[in-house]
């Protein structure tokens, strides 16, 4: 199969007029201009019209279980009180519900262009009764506030997937013990750090209403004060490449000069919608990027969050970051995330990678990036393993 269409924007290099993409099976064979993709291979051409094709989009972070509270969870006067409130609506699901949950989180992703997406879910044992529709990296979310988590059975529920890793959840809610533990068994690891101002005055100052809240339902502090949510991360990540981390939104200068050390880095994800939300402190993604980290977005849950386009979370982005070009911003949701997930098959359109691919409108060369990131609404062109999807056009 050969698709023409009016941008080919292949993230592996400049933007292609009349280009072309021929597929076999599930792979991408060829990329470049229509009449010499068309010259050197057969097949059917489908033809996408006004349309730019690009590499599907990744989701870094996203708690798909949380789809049904969209709208649920008002905005709280502190982290801890957010942290009660979505924990009184979790208590009144049943796992019938999450899978619902998750399913329809699917679907949403999808139909917004996201083809691949890192979902953390408190649910491992869920994994094996889901089909997702788009190309998935489960990580099991593991807490050990109130008790020893099961690393064991996690990881047993998630290897019926084609691809997992485990997400203690932060600092604040998972052991050293368990952080080591996780380390000791994943090729690929995901966490929350420093995602909230009261995250930092916890552990730097041993105070706060996320302090009390954890010193209530029995969690040990002694782990509290002197130190910083980085610097907690940094001590317990004996190999810091293997991590995803989500936020970062809390950082003091001791915290950038021991990320300048760390000759391994981490790749970072920011939910730029999420963020918005909590009203977290700016983040510092100049000063990140500097440092060399690999700097992703991704959408969060819907207990945070209006819907799973990405597309809005670069909107969202773009907003904060006036300097940073469009071509940019593209690669944190394609590029990116396929280098945080270690999947060179992924992220750019060339021989040889998967057939993950989308189509918006385009009306000109110049302006591919622009008319990308200010695409609403619903993808209708997507094509995962090389097939088009049911919502093609």
């Known amino acids: 199969m050969i698709l023409r269409t009016r941008v080919l924007v292949t993230m592996d290099g400049p933007p292609i007029e009349n280009g072309a993409v021929a597929i076999s099976g599930e792979q991408i064979v060829g990329a470049g201009r229509f009449k010499d993709i068309r010259a050197?291979?057969?097949?059917?051409?489908?033809?996408?019209?006004?349309?730019?094709?690009?590499?599907?989009?990744?989701?870094?972070?996203?708690?798909?279980?949380?789809?049904?509270?969209r709208g649920k969870i008002p905005r709280q006067k502190s982290f801890a009180d957010w942290i009660r409130a979505i924990n009184a609506e979790k208590a009144q699901l049943a796992p019938a519900d999450y899978v619902a949950s998750i399913k329809e989180g699917f679907a949403e992703a999808k139909a917004f262009?996201?083809?691949t997406i890192v979902n953390l879910t408190n649910f491992p044992e869920l994994v094996p009764r889901i089909r997702p529709p788009i190309r998935t990296h489960w990580f099991g979310e593991l807490i050990d506030v109130r008790g020893n988590a099961d690393v064991d059975l996690a990881v047993k529920s998630l290897r019926s997937a084609e691809h997992w890793g485990l997400a203690p959840h932060a600092p604040f809610t998972a052991s050293a013990e368990l952080y080591g533990r996780c380390e000791q068994v994943a090729s690929l690891l995901t966490t929350h750090v420093a995602e909230s101002r009261e995250e930092m005055s916890m552990f730097r100052d041993a105070s706060g209403p996320l302090y009390d809240f954890l010193k209530e339902v029995g969690?040990?502090?002694?782990?509290?004060?002197?130190?910083?949510?980085v610097a907690e991360f940094v001590r317990r990540a004996v190999c810091p490449d293997k991590w995803i981390v989500a936020h970062l939104n809390e950082i003091s200068g001791d915290d950038f000069r021991l990320l300048e050390r760390i000759e391994s880095k981490f790749s970072i994800v920011h939910c730029p919608r999420s963020h918005s939300q909590f009203g977290h402190s700016p983040f510092q993604f100049d000063r990140l990027?500097?440092?060399g980290f690999n700097i992703c977005l991704g959408t969060d849950s819907l207990a945070s969050n209006d819907d799973l386009s990405l597309f809005a979370e670069m909107r969202a982005f773009q907003s904060q970051f006036l300097r940073v070009s469009p071509e940019e911003i593209l690669q944190m949701v394609t590029v990116n995330p396929a280098r945080a997930l270690q999947q060179d098959s992924m992220g750019q359109i060339r021989a040889g990678l998967v057939a993950d691919l989308i189509g918006v409108p385009c009306a000109k060369l110049t302006t591919a990036y622009d008319e990308i990131i200010a695409f609403h609404g619903r993808v209708e062109s997507i094509l995962i393993d090389g097939c088009l999807s049911e919502h093609t056009a």
């Open 219 to 229: 969690r040990e502090m002694g782990d509290c004060g002197g130190k910083t949510p």
């Open 289 to 291: 990027r500097e440092l």
């Open 40 to 69: 050197r291979n057969s097949g059917e051409v489908v033809d996408l019209g006004e349309r730019a094709l690009l590499p599907g989009l990744i989701n870094a972070h996203c708690h798909l279980d949380y789809t049904c509270l």
């Open 113 to 115: 262009g996201t083809t």
